[in-house]
């Protein structure tokens, strides 16, 4: 009798629990990072501590429903994850491949020992609504991408040069640094450019991030590596699409280590010192060395006489120009400038502007890369050949 009167208890306990159980939110619907042709993250976040994990299912005629998809978990070590921010990692998948997702969220709201309590879940929609979609890299006959940069969480100027880039018939976007002035928060991150990307694109097409001088700032830049995860682990990676090689580089700060603006908790040179090594490996992976177009995006120039931009100089563009680099995309300074190639740099640098994009087209006959105002008028352009 006592195991019975026990027993309701406990049912009952549960049920006012549930009762008063506040419902999980999807604060940020999900958005894609670290994309190639064969994996991807997934990253979205929750009002409340939850596991996560991703449906999966091909892009053919059948309905999300049709029948129960492959889960796969945001988990590490053998454990599903519990957190707000959710990061699902998808492996094994085909090349130049289009896939449907559906996110979902199950709050966990106590975990003693070996046991766990779990709340309500939450997911994106796909009953109302097509599910979202992302292709993965692959073997394109042309290259398509919109670059913006520098836009200090002015959310109405991404909005429009991102128009201006056509970002309809772009294959991804590239945010070359500086889209905070620093970073304090979550909600800054957000609010100052995220909830515009992922309004406009983020969630089924890929972006790819070098991170500015000036994400480096604030009390939360030390999270941002969880926001925007690579298929390196690290900041600096390399990605293959279609005929072209990219290698994304970290540039770190501007100015010495020692800098009073930094109060000590800085250590850029020795972290440009290890990039440094892995990039002379990075210039010789088949991705990039047999490609025939090498592209480098970095958001300082290796050129304007400050600490930083001295480093990469002499860091990072001797094996580069070793490795046929044909072209590196910029920003930093907040205006226009094409540095064509010199003795110590054997490639072009567009420097783009705070308040311009960069449109790249690439085919088999040559690469194009427009800069457009927001007035959508061609400022200058630089174009490029094959290399094979």
Not at 1 to 9: C, V
Not at 281 to 285: G, L, T
């Given at each position: 009798?006592?195991?019975?009167?026990?027993?309701?208890?406990l049912l009952l306990f549960n049920s006012l629990l549930a009762i008063g159980q506040e419902d999980i939110k999807i604060t940020h619907l999900p958005f894609i990072q670290g994309l190639t042709e064969h994996s991807v993250s997934i990253v979205w976040t929750t009002d409340l501590p939850a596991t996560g994990w991703v449906e999966l299912a091909p892009e053919d005629s059948s309905h999300f429903y049709f029948k129960e998809r492959p889960k796969y978990f945001a988990s590490a070590y053998g454990f599903k994850k519990v957190g707000t921010l959710h990061q699902?990692?998808?492996n094994n998948l085909k090349p130049g491949t289009r896939y449907r997702y559906r996110v979902y969220?199950?709050?966990v709201l106590k975990h003693e020992g070996v046991n766990v309590q779990y709340g309500k879940v939450v997911a994106s929609n796909v009953y109302r609504q097509a599910p979202l979609s992302f292709q993965t890299l692959g073997n394109a006959a042309s290259t398509h991408f919109t670059v913006v940069n520098d836009i200090h969480e002015r959310n109405e100027v991404l909005d429009k040069l991102l128009d201006v880039g056509d970002l309809k018939t772009s294959d991804f976007v590239v945010f070359n640094g500086d889209m905070v002035n620093n970073l304090l928060s979550e909600k800054q991150l957000y609010d100052g450019f995220m909830d515009t990307a992922i309004k406009r694109f983020a969630s089924e097409k890929p972006m790819f991030y070098s991170r500015g001088n000036h994400e480096t700032r604030g009390p939360f830049a030390t999270e941002y590596p969880k926001y925007f995860p690579t298929p390196t682990g690290k900041l600096y990676y390399q990605f293959r699409h279609g005929n072209t090689?990219?290698?994304?580089?970290?540039?770190?700060e501007d100015k010495p280590d020692t800098d009073i603006e930094y109060s000590g908790i800085v250590e850029m040179d020795n972290y440009r010192t290890e990039q440094a090594a892995w990039l002379a490996?990075?210039?010789?992976?088949p991705s990039f060395k047999d490609a025939k177009y090498k592209i480098v995006i970095c958001h300082m120039p290796p050129f304007g006489?400050?600490?930083g931009e001295q480093e990469i100089l002499e860091k990072f563009v001797p094996i580069l120009n070793k490795g046929g680099a044909q072209i590196m995309l910029s920003g930093h300074l907040h205006k226009h400038i094409i540095q064509n190639a010199t003795n110590s740099t054997h490639f072009p640098i567009i420097v783009n502007s705070n308040n311009n994009v960069l449109r790249v087209d690439l085919n088999n006959e040559k690469g194009t890369f427009k800069i457009l105002d927001q007035q959508g008028k061609v400022v200058d352009q630089v174009v490029i050949n094959p290399l094979n």
């Open positions: 009798m006592k195991t019975l009167h026990l027993m309701i208890a699902v990692n998808l969220s199950q709050q090689g990219f290698i994304v580089l970290d540039c770190g490996q990075a210039v010789e992976d006489g400050w600490h």
